[in-house]
């Protein structure tokens, strides 16, 4: 496998390094806890990315917990959360059968701006070799900063759903963005895969983050992390890899990184499940990718939240990790 694709150890990795706080409180005072330590410019009319989930979705961060952070965090209070329409036929297809499906989520207790519901805009791809422009939902750009909150886990597709998925994905408009990320001219739906995929859905997060500059910050829960995506709801296969706990960062390759080398450092026996749908599916490639279009660095120091903010290696943030039971 090429250079870029594989997974790459830390030692062999060059460049600078960027902060990655952890913490493994895995609950509403954790994702809080980690949130206000990259939020300093987080200010003005805010998004709050995250994945609300299919019908009575088993894995996706708990309505409740956000509802706690965003009513406890002064720069979160008058906070909207965003999404945008799916491409495939589902229980977010339509604007009116997302709406519904937020509601039996729990997502009713503050304003969700489905973005792309009253159409799209296009932001351009600085760098970018398959596109010079993405389509995003249209009122993205009504919002000054954005909290990028992600459910870390596999992805059929992408092998990991991280920072940069979450909003890849989850930004672009669902019937034009997110049909030039997935499927080619003339090919079926999902035609689009490997290292194509992860480096198209890399190109859209670029004209994301390059919109928000500076106001955009990012924490990754990994809890439930099965090897499919919040998108398959209830058919998501059966978790088996441990939950480890929170991150956080101003730096959206790094913190995926982090998430990744947290994975790589746990046993055998407990990441081989999620470790193979990232080798099979070329995942690693978002990681090389996003340090190619300078995204963020794949260095990082891991301050520990729990422990007088000492910094930590990934082994040790992984140390004693319990199998996996159901938080809910």
Not at 41 to 68: D, M, R, S
Not at 91 to 118: Q, S
Not at 193 to 198: G, N, Y
């Amino acid at each position: 496998m090429a250079q870029t694709t594989r997974y790459v150890p830390y030692e062999e990795r060059t460049g600078n390094e960027s902060i990655v706080y952890f913490t493994r409180d895995i609950s509403p005072e954790g994702i809080k806890k980690a949130y206000e330590k990259v939020n300093a410019n987080i200010c003005g009319k805010t998004a709050i990315k995250l994945h609300t989930g299919e019908k009575n979705g088993p894995n996706f961060v708990p309505a409740a917990w956000v509802k706690q952070v965003m009513e406890t965090t002064e720069s979160l209070k008058d906070a909207t959360i965003v999404e945008t329409n799916t491409y495939y036929v589902g229980d977010r297809y339509t604007t009116e059968e997302h709406r519904e499906t937020l509601k039996v989520n729990g997502w009713d207790f503050c304003p969700v701006d489905i973005m792309d519901a009253d159409g799209t805009t296009l932001l351009p791809v600085k760098g970018g070799k398959w596109f010079k422009e993405m389509s995003h939902g249209k009122t993205m750009t009504d919002y000054d900063s954005m909290f990028v909150l992600t459910h870390f886990k596999g992805h059929t597709m992408g092998g990991f759903g991280g920072s940069n998925k979450n909003i890849g994905i989850g930004c672009a408009d669902g019937r034009i963005g997110k049909k030039w990320i997935h499927s080619r001219e003339g090919e079926g739906q999902w035609s689009v895969t490997e290292e194509e995929l992860m480096e198209k859905i890399t190109e859209s997060t670029k004209a994301t983050i390059d919109f928000f500059g500076k106001n955009i910050t990012y924490v990754n829960v990994m809890r439930n992390m099965s090897v499919d995506c919040d998108c398959a709801g209830v058919s998501a296969a059966p978790v088996v890899t441990p939950n480890v706990g929170i991150l956080a960062s101003t730096d959206i390759c790094a913190i995926d990184t982090a998430c990744v080398d947290l994975v790589y450092a746990m046993c055998e026996e407990d990441h081989k499940d999620l470790v193979e749908r990232i080798e099979s599916r070329h995942g690693y490639r978002q990681l090389t990718y996003m340090h190619e279009m300078g995204m963020g660095n794949s260095k990082y120091i891991l301050i520990d939240l729990d422990n007088g903010e000492a910094r930590i290696c990934p082994k040790q943030a992984v140390e004693g990790v319990k199998p996996f039971k159901l938080i809910k």
